[in-house]
């Protein structure tokens, strides 16, 4: 089996943030954005923060983020809601969705959760 070949572009955030990012800063610009999704109950949060994740790699589309989580819609669109009460924020605004994606790229990269 071949490996993907990934442009270099696509892992701009993952170098800049592991290479110049402090790692205590990166968790609590995490904590910050969306940690409250992680403190809800486990097995909620770490289904939320799923959701979120899939949801920012569909590019905000609702159909295509519910297909890839094998969910009805009406199921996402319930997670999405408590998402944005959560965080409290309207999660279709674009600089929302930009600091969500860099969130999320963070959690990953400092190992958080």
């Not at 990934?6 to 892992?11: D, E, P, Y």
């Not at 592991?18 to 097995?43: K, M, P, S, Y």
């Not at 609702?62 to 924020?89: F, G, P, Q, T, W």
């Amino acid at each position: 089996m071949t490996e993907p070949v990934v442009a270099v572009q696509t892992l701009a955030l993952e170098r800049l943030l592991a290479t110049h990012g402090d790692v205590g800063a990166l968790r609590q610009f995490v904590d910050d954005q969306i940690g409250v999704l992680g403190r809800t109950n486990a097995a909620k949060g770490s289904q939320l923060l799923l959701t979120l994740r899939v949801w920012l790699a569909c590019g905000g589309s609702k159909a295509e983020a519910a297909k890839r989580l094998h969910i009805r819609r009406r199921s996402l669109y319930y997670r999405l809601d408590l998402i944005a009460k959560l965080i409290d924020v309207h999660l279709e605004d674009p600089k929302q969705m930009m600091m969500f994606s860099v969130a999320m790229t963070a959690r990953r990269i400092a190992g958080v959760g």
